[in-house]
């Protein structure tokens, strides 16, 4: 089990996302790492497994497939926590129930698992770059902590049959050891030049809306 740290911003306009790569923060870090991203997201008809504060997904990176299970979203001001569970599965059998953590299982009784069924899909493309966390105490010295923040810009969508809705957004993900403060301090050096807010809502937070205003 892992802790996901991270600090989602959103673009006001999707045409503003050209000025990331460009960023004077991203200098120094080379040719971002380009990768298509597509998953989807299980639940019962019920949304029983949201009700839980759990999201499950199977997502395609690059040759293989990666089933993730993350607790409800702690989210505020941007920064998103959330304990994860990542295991790889095989084509032919994915989602794979039987590789779910022994903590879920006393959760997830085979009624509901046997109820699960794909409910929405993220498409998106992400460019990637790798920023080295320095000690703030030994920052003359360009001394890194060993920690990191993965800076990724993510465009594409959130879908299920009927509805839509596009995604353009940077997660900063936190690395290694380091102080979650300083995603904060690296997003306001993003806002200073791009336009920017700070975004609370999870792309499964978006797949489970969809639809919701349109129905009223």
Not at 17 to 24: C, I, K, M, N, W
Not at 105 to 132: H, N, S, V, Y
Not at 185 to 194: K, N, P, S, V, Y
Request: net charge negative; aromatic share 6%; charged share 30%.
């Amino acid at each position: 089990m892992a802790i996901e740290t991270e600090l989602k911003l959103r673009f006001l306009n999707a045409e503003d996302a050209v000025g990331l790569p460009t960023h004077p923060l991203l200098a120094n870090a080379g040719v971002g790492a380009v990768e298509q991203l597509t998953a989807t997201y299980y639940d019962t008809p019920a949304r029983e497994l949201s009700a839980l504060g759990m999201a499950l997904r199977v997502r395609r990176e690059g040759g293989r497939l990666l089933q993730t299970i993350k607790t409800a979203n702690t989210g505020f001001g941007g920064l998103h926590r959330r304990h994860e569970w990542e295991v790889e599965v095989r084509e032919d059998h994915a989602p794979d129930f039987g590789l779910l953590p022994d903590i879920l299982r006393e959760k997830l009784d085979d009624d509901l698992l046997g109820r699960l069924a794909p409910c929405f899909t993220t498409d998106f493309q992400r460019i990637k770059w790798i920023l080295p966390l320095l000690d703030e105490r030994r920052a003359d010295e360009g001394q890194a902590n060993g920690g990191f923040v993965e800076v990724c810009l993510d465009r594409g969508e959130v879908r299920d049959d009927e509805h839509s809705s596009p995604i353009c957004e940077v997660e900063l993900e936190l690395k290694g050891s380091g102080d979650p403060a300083r995603l904060y301090e690296i997003a306001r050096q993003l806002q200073e030049i791009l336009p920017l807010v700070m975004e609370d809502t999870s792309k499964a937070q978006r797949g489970y809306e969809l639809g919701i205003g349109s129905a009223r």
